[in-house]
């Protein structure tokens, strides 16, 4: 179901219509990228089952809204909806945009890379910091700055074409770890082998930042590991 169809039912449908298309409907809100429109017919959707509750008290309770379950669903089905979600970006914009002659690496990417660390927030945030420097660890947590190992642009860029990696810091554009994502399971598979996670001090941050041209958004051939090195930054295994 599109969003056209999605509005058209935000605007007004049939009460009797919500207890045949609960489930659809349920699936339909999981995949859908209009916000607004997501809330609004979760409102619709509640309204309209306590109508028609009302209304047919005689009848059995089978009017239960199923919408209330499509922000609790398992760990698992969230990060694979968030990843369909990226990954229906990624072939309906983002690749034809690419074969046009558009690129990622530079400024004229058109905001993909931000839309797309946007979209895959949840996931990154999710997952624990593993590494930290001995002064980082030395501050109070709030003054602590997470720091990604592989910048989360090159991960996107992965994800997306590894050929598309910003040539100011690479010589080499073989994949990292088995991009591009043909499906949003591999997106998965990608993001969580690149995303590694470093408390940095923001001096360090700073550091690391300016180690070499471009490394605030990608990595010496891809490894995150030679921009601490070249910035002097000493990170070690937590705990």
Excluded at 207 to 225: H, Y
Aim: hydrophobic share 40%; glycine share 6%.
């Amino acid at each position: 179901m599109n969003s056209a169809v999605l509005r058209a039912l935000v605007t007004g449908e049939d009460e009797h219509a919500i207890q045949t298309r609960a489930v659809t409907f349920g699936e339909d809100l999981q995949v859908e990228r209009d916000g607004y429109v997501r809330r609004q017919l979760l409102g619709r959707c509640r309204q309209r089952c306590r109508t028609h509750s009302m209304h047919h008290a005689a009848r059995p309770a089978t009017t239960s809204c199923q919408y209330q379950d499509v922000n609790t669903s398992a760990p698992s089905d969230r990060r694979l909806r968030i990843a369909a979600e990226a990954f229906d970006l990624i072939e309906r914009e983002l690749r034809p945009f690419l074969a046009s002659g558009g690129r990622l690496w530079s400024k004229g990417s058109q905001g993909y890379p931000a839309r797309l660390r946007k979209m895959l927030a949840p996931l990154d945030t999710a997952h624990q910091v593993t590494f930290g420097t001995p002064a980082a660890m030395e501050l109070d947590e709030r003054q602590r700055v997470v720091e990604h190992v592989v910048p989360m642009k090159r991960i996107i860029i992965e994800i997306v074409d590894p050929a598309q990696a910003d040539p100011r810091a690479n010589s080499r554009f073989a994949p990292l770890a088995g991009g591009p994502a043909s499906t949003p399971e591999q997106l998965l598979a990608i993001f969580d082998t690149l995303l590694v996670k470093c408390w940095v001090t923001p001096e360090e941050h700073d550091l690391l930042n300016r180690a070499g041209q471009s490394l605030q958004w990608d990595a010496p051939n891809g490894d995150g590991w030679a921009r601490y090195r070249l910035a002097g930054v000493d990170a070690r295994p937590i705990g």
